[in-house]
């Protein structure tokens, strides 16, 4: 009964804390373009400077979140997903304090350098640690659904988020999106308790407790007896054992259904990222959007998101599974992408935007995948090591397709196709959705560690 009531809280805690989270980052998306353009190019509708300062931007960040995210999730499956938390949802607050005082070309400037430096921890590390924290409390036949719901309350976060932006001022939305995301700090180091593990306690990062280390090389809180169910009196350095390249190629082999993930994971975020970085020049260059216009456009694409994954997820995993919800997410990811890019009036982005109802299952069901290839005191070092690959799709991504938005938004372009960067986005999407169709699920590894040595340890 107690650890029923300790999930129930710390599920409700932790949605909470991820909606304020995304609220705050999520309400200046609309207003973000706007606030460059006017910056760097005021009083134009295009901007070649800007689009390669966003992409040179994705890719300095997705450097460091390579590094970072596989690091976090390792990190948290030591020392507890709470206090890992910490750093991103704090830091969060500092970018978004320079835009909320002023926007000015040097304020603007002081905020891409701190957003840059900032994001390479931030960016993705509060979901995977979320992902992370759910996997601790929610069992695997429940996974799928519970990870629909937190990437539901993501899509709720940025429906409020991008309304509130709608009848914002733009210094009063930086301002507002400030406040919130101070409160999800304070609210998260307040109420989100800490996630117990499986088997192991958590060691608190910022003390100088031992960690036994069983027979299989694997350590545990002096807390609780080990993995093996030896004692064992070895001392350790709280940071030794960080994730290496070893690692992650060890991880990697576990099986080829956690391969294969890893695939439509970076196939499927290279198409993501490279339709965020592109859409809203495109929109404004080829129908002169702005920042009410975005944010009509991303309400939609929200509302249809949040209803797909906290009503329909719920009820069709149970029943197709989660490899088909997966390729039948990434079917539609396409469509949505190949509608973008022949564009021919500016109702159709509208219209495209609707199609989120359908291909927002894709990332919730892959991280399902994932999560029970693994086991339970891992669930930190796999969302981590997906997150990283993640994160390398960001770097290859702005290098690919910002030059070739920037070129076919130009003068100079070789041929009249506004949209052709953004086609050249869905076909890789289309690679992730013929690599999920190939997906055949192994069985969920739910008592076993992944060693360091490429053998599963019973």
């Known amino acids: 009964m107690e650890i029923i009531k300790f999930t129930t809280s710390g599920m409700s805690h932790l949605f909470m804390t991820i909606f304020l989270h995304h609220f705050s980052t999520f309400m200046v998306l609309p207003a973000i373009t706007d606030v460059t353009m006017s910056a760097i190019c005021p009083g134009e509708d295009e901007c070649s400077l800007a689009i390669y300062l966003t992409g040179f931007q994705q890719a300095i960040i997705g450097l460091g979140t390579l590094v970072t995210m596989p690091l976090m999730g390792n990190l948290s499956d030591k020392y507890g997903r709470k206090a890992l938390l910490t750093a991103p949802v704090t830091l969060t607050v500092i970018p978004l304090a320079i835009l909320a005082y002023s926007r000015t070309k040097s304020f603007f400037y002081a905020y891409y350098i701190l957003k840059t430096l900032t994001a390479m921890l931030c960016e993705g590390s509060v979901h995977c640690l979320a992902l992370a924290y ?66 192991d306690l958590y060691t608190p990062i910022l003390s100088e407790g031992k960690l036994e280390i069983n027979d299989s090389g694997e350590r545990c809180s002096t807390k609780k007896v080990n993995c093996s169910g030896q004692n064992s009196t070895k001392k350790v350095q709280l940071f030794e054992g960080l994730p290496s390249i070893e690692d992650t190629v060890s991880l990697l082999k576990t099986s080829t259904t956690f391969s294969q993930a890893a695939i439509v994971a970076f196939f499927s975020n290279l198409a993501d990222l490279g339709l965020h970085a592109s859409t809203m020049y495109y929109l404004k260059a080829k129908f002169h959007f702005n920042k009410d216009q975005f944010a009509d456009l991303m309400v939609i694409s929200g509302i249809a998101g949040t209803v797909s994954q906290l009503v329909m997820m719920p ?91 920037a070129l076919f938004l130009s003068d100079r372009a070789p041929f009249n196709f506004p949209g052709f960067s953004i086609m050249c986005i869905g076909f890789a999407a289309m690679i992730a959705f013929i690599q999920s169709i190939m997906i055949r699920v192994a069985p969920p590894i739910s008592n076993r560690r992944v060693s360091n040595n490429n053998s599963v340890l019973a």
């Open 315 to 405: 009820l069709l995993v149970p029943v197709l599974g989660e490899s088909r919800m997966l390729s039948i997410g990434l079917f539609f990811s396409c469509v949505h992408m190949f509608l973008y890019s022949v564009a021919w009036s500016s109702w159709v982005p509208y219209a495209a935007a609707v199609f989120s109802i359908l291909f927002v299952f894709s990332q919730p069901c892959m991280r399902t995948i994932v999560s029970k290839q693994v086991g339970s005191c891992e669930q930190g070092k796999a969302q981590g090591c997906i997150s990283g690959i993640c994160s390398f799709a960001s770097v290859v991504s702005p290098l690919v397709f910002s030059p070739l938005t």
């Open 134 to 199: 759910v996997a601790d409390n929610v069992p695997e036949e429940r996974r799928a659904t519970v990870f629909g719901i937190l990437s539901g309350i993501g899509s709720c976060a940025f429906v409020c988020g991008n309304i509130s932006t709608r009848f914002l001022s733009t210094s009063s939305t930086f301002q507002v999106a400030t406040t919130v995301a101070i409160v999800a700090a304070i609210y998260m180091r307040i109420f989100l308790p800490e996630s117990m593990k499986d088997g």
